[in-house]
């Protein structure tokens, strides 16, 4: 369960690795999670330096063909700004390509500036996220589609290719920080849910996946119990914690992103960035669950605050042999039994087909 966020890295002491350095390094890690047995590897989408991962699907398709078992994601895929045709396309063929081990997380991202690059209006932002996102669920779900909206030129009798594998459209998560109305499209469908809490308080994440699981029930998908929700996380790891600390703290300091404000106690204490022990970190993990309920996807963002290479890829060894294992046994006890498991492209056609069979039988 690792996500990739690839900032422009300076190492104390080191240069500045190169475009291609960052981009191979991104593939590294992803190799690394598959070799250490887990799950999710994610990556997010953005368009401005010093960020390097503008085509999710070409950095998957690549992962998908050295891989077999991770299953591959965006840590956001920006709904707004890209073609909702465009979209259903390649994940429909990323979904081939990689025999059903994908899906995506949609969001607005956090770049301003992304808007007028691509002709959008930010002012716009969460009428586009949910115009462009209804366009593309009927894209992947209906052979031929008809559609006029606000923000794109119609289709007429339009049929994009190639279709979901199998029939059966990848799986989405709507992600999202502060906005109720992304928590409100997520339940409305029957998607996932993805609150990136990596900044926000506990009671935050709270209250937006509250809103979500009441919304879910609200529209017939299921009880609150059995709505999909992943959360967010970042860690480093030490065997003692104090090494931990005092190893993570000049990085912290000097993160591109939260760098020159809180102290890293203060953020450890506000949000679930964790710096410690094996244990701890599990200990923090498994207390989320005290807060928004029995989950489907914890990720957790590794290559953050300017670490090398070598240093994240020793730390996702630490979250496969030591966390995950942990993580695994210990959130399936006592976890009810209607908490449906993390979708799956497997399960999901299953579950499709054995709907397609009721529906013969009772015709």
Known sequence: MTRAGSLRRRS???????ERERIKAMVAIALKAEEVGLDVFATGEHHNPPFVPSSPTTMLGYIAARTENLILSTSTTL????????IAEDFAMLQHLAD???DLMMGRGNTGPVYPWFGKDIREGINLAVENYALLHRLWREDVVTWEGKFRTPLQSFTSTPRPLDGVAPFVWHGSIRSPEIAEQAAYYGDGFFHNNIFWPQEHTKKMVDLYRRRFAHYGHGTEEQAIVGLGGQVFMRKNSQDAVREFRPYFDNAPVYGHGPSLEEFTSQTPLTVGSPQEVIERTLSFRDTVGDYQRQLFLMDHAGLPLKTVLEQLDILGEEVVPVLREEFAKNRPANVPDAPT???????????DQTEEVTA
């Open 345 to 355: 492209h497997a399960a999901r056609v299953a579950a499709s087909q054995a709907g």
């Open 79 to 86: 709904i707004t700004t890209n073609d909702p045709v465009k």
């Open 12 to 18: 104390r002491g080191c240069r500045t690795p190169t």
């Open 100 to 102: 059903g081990r994908v």
